[in-house]
C-alpha cells in the first residue's frame, strides 16, 4: 500500500512534478511526439529568430549561430512551426503583409503550414492561403539601421504572396526530417 507515502507527502506539502518543471526548471523542453523536424529554419546564414520575444512578439531573422535557443524550432505533424513547446508563429490576419508573431500553440486555423519543396530551399505556405513566410520587411529594416532600434520588433517577418523566385521566401531546414 502506498498510503503511508501519500500520507508523508502530504505533511510535507511536496509540489507536483508539473510544478517542478513550471517553476524549478521551464526551460526543460518536454519531447514533442509529432515532430517532423527540429532545429534551426535558415536563409542563407540568417536563421529565424525570435529575438528574445515571447508570447505576441513578433520574429525575425539574425545570423546563425548554431546553439539552439532563440533559433531553435520545431515543425510539427499539425502543421504548426514551434518555438518551444507552446509558441506557434501565427500570422495576425490572413491578409497580403500581414505580421507573424509568436502566440500561444493551439489547433487555430491560422497556426497551420505547408512545406513546399523548390529544389535546394522550402517555402512556407499558410495552408488556407496562397501567402509564404516573408523576411523582405525585416531585410528592409537591418539596412537601414541598427536590429537593436528594432527592440519592440515592430517590423518582423510577414506573408506575402507566394514566389518561387522571391529569395525571402526560401527557407531551408537544418537536419531537415521534412519531407
Known amino acids: 500500500s502506498i498510503d503511508e507515502r501519500l500520507k508523508l507527502r502530504k505533511q510535507l506539502e511536496c ?12 526551460d526543460l523542453k518536454i519531447p514533442i511526439d509529432d515532430i517532423l523536424h527540429s532545429g534551426s529554419i535558415r ?13 505576441g512578439g513578433t520574429v ?12 531553435e524550432w520545431v ?5 504548426q512551426i514551434k518555438h518551444s513547446a507552446d509558441l506557434c508563429l501565427t500570422p495576425e490576419s490572413l491578409n497580403e503583409g500581414a505580421k507573424v508573431r509568436l502566440k500561444s500553440c493551439n489547433k487555430s486555423m491560422y497556426q497551420e503550414w505547408i512545406p513546399v519543396r523548390r529544389n535546394e530551399y522550402t517555402q512556407l505556405k499558410h495552408k ?25 520588433g515592430s517590423n518582423g517577418l510577414t506573408i506575402r504572396s507566394c514566389s518561387g523566385e522571391e529569395r525571402t521566401q526560401k527557407w531551408m531546414f537544418e537536419s531537415s526530417k521534412v519531407e
Request: hydrophobic content about 25%; charged content about 25%; proline content about 1%.
Open 60 to 71: 525575425g531573422i539574425y545570423s546563425c549561430h548554431g546553439t539552439g535557443g532563440n533559433q
Open 15 to 26: 509540489k507536483s512534478f508539473k510544478w517542478y518543471l513550471d517553476n524549478v526548471y521551464p
Open 128 to 152: 488556407y492561403r496562397d501567402l509564404c513566410l516573408d523576411s523582405l520587411d525585416f531585410k528592409k529594416l537591418t539596412l537601414s539601421r541598427s536590429r537593436r532600434n528594432n527592440a519592440d
Open 43 to 55: 536563409q542563407t546564414r540568417y536563421c529565424m529568430d525570435t529575438l528574445g520575444h515571447l508570447s
Open 75 to 79: 515543425f510539427s505533424k499539425s502543421n
